[in-house]
């Protein structure tokens, strides 16, 4: 099981489904060199893996040089509809 708190960044916890680089290792490009950003099925398959891993509401967020996993998410500061006022 993936962790996400263990790598620089979260989405180095999983493999590359382009690349193959192993989880904790950055992308490369094709010519060998290492890549600016990761690609685009490494985050897709991050936020997969964590979303059945943690569940939809969850959130990984920045503490101080690591990460941590907040199961409530962001939930608190999602914005709410306003509630229906009859005209």
């Given at each position: 099981m993936?962790?996400?708190t ?5 989405v180095l916890a999983?493999?590359?489904?382009d690349c ?8 490369r490009?094709?010519?060998g060199?290492m890549?600016?950003d990761f690609?685009?099925s490494r985050?897709a ?11 939809p ?5 920045r503490?101080?040089?690591g990460?941590a996993?907040?199961?409530r ?6 914005p709410?509809?306003e509630p229906?006022?009859?005209?």
């Amino acid at each position: 099981m993936p962790d996400f708190t263990a790598h620089r960044h979260p989405v180095l916890a999983v493999r590359c489904p382009d690349c193959r680089r192993a989880p904790g290792n950055w992308c490369r490009r094709p010519s060998g060199h290492m890549a600016s950003d990761f690609h685009a099925s490494r985050k897709a398959e991050a936020d997969r893996e964590f979303i059945d891993q943690h569940g939809p509401d969850a959130s990984v967020e920045r503490v101080g040089d690591g990460w941590a996993v907040d199961p409530r998410g962001r939930v608190g500061i999602r914005p709410r509809p306003e509630p229906f006022a009859p005209i």
